[in-house]
């Protein structure tokens, strides 16, 4: 009785925004392109067809609003070549063992894109 009483409180809480960020460094010959994926709602970052490009040897920190809690999973590909990829891949359908986080107020996750 106290776990569903729990459950249901845990589930009429509000969830609230959040704002953290991802670090992400390019260690590749090749520009890669990097989208990142709710698990929790249909939302993607940046969103409208667009991706965050991240040139060789680079790095960049994107800043995301999201909820706390929310699941959130980087795709990942050679920039015109989605065949190669990382994370959950370009259109969020690859198995991964380690490419989600939890969305959790000012905190940053850093991602390391190698060959």
């Excluded at 249901?8 to 670090?23: G, I, S, W």
Aim: hydrophobic content about 40%; some cysteine; aromatic content about 6%.
């Amino acid at each position: 009785m106290i776990r569903l009483t729990l459950v249901a409180l845990l589930l009429a809480t509000p969830t609230h925004a959040a704002e953290m960020a991802f670090f992400m460094k390019n260690l590749r010959q090749q520009s890669v392109a990097v989208e990142l994926f709710s698990r929790d709602r249909k939302t993607v970052w940046p969103g409208d067809d667009q991706v965050f490009l991240i040139e060789p040897n680079s790095q960049k920190s994107v800043p995301i609003s999201c909820n706390s809690g929310e699941n959130i999973c980087y795709g990942a590909w050679v920039n015109g070549q989605d065949n190669i990829s990382a994370g959950v891949g370009p259109d969020n359908d690859q198995p991964c063992d380690n490419c989600c986080f939890i969305c959790v107020e000012k905190t940053t996750e850093t991602i390391d894109l190698v060959e």
